[in-house]
């Protein structure tokens, strides 16, 4: 299986892309320019290097890669900056996912899509509550979490309107 790794940079996304090339996938990993040079080295994967907020290069991306799963993780993922211009984090993370999305849409049809939530969706939840569970009631209490919660419903449209 091939696998195109979005935020593999990230904390969550380097571990990934560890994991399935420990499972025998080629993978794919997709970070910008300026997160490329701080990253692991040695691993046999492929690099793209892409500003996914950019449409064209969310497609090209696909195209180079042509993933037979995307594991879309790359967003704005600090909350605290997220209040400071809250407009920014959501334009980032629900403008990446869209363009990810297109790009699986017009280049890549068969491929198959994870986009990762957060459980910031949930909001402040109290002591009682938890465990959460996934049909808790949805607070979102901050931008970044208003921009998880855009992602998981625009994966939802995706799929019922195209069959993502």
Known sequence: MRALVTGASGFVGGHLTERLL????????CTTAS????????????????????PE???????????????????RAAVGPSHADPWATIR??????????????????????????SGEVYGPARPEDLPLKEDAPLR???PYAV???AQDFLG???HLSYGL
């Open 140 to 142: 979102p209490a901050n």
């Open 57 to 75: 290069q969310a497609a090209e991306a696909v195209r180079v890669s042509q993933p037979d799963v995307i594991f879309h993780l790359a967003a």
């Open 92 to 117: 980032a993370n629900v403008g990446m996912q869209t363009h990810v999305l297109e790009a699986i849409r017009h280049h890549r049809p068969t491929c198959a899509a994870l986009v990762v939530g």
């Open 35 to 54: 997160a490329a040079s701080g990253r692991r080295t040695g691993a046999a994967f492929n690099a793209v290097v892409a500003d996914l907020e950019v």
């Open 156 to 158: 939802l449209q995706y």
């Open 147 to 149: 921009s998880k919660l």
């Open 22 to 29: 420990a499972e025998g996938w080629e993978v794919w990993a």
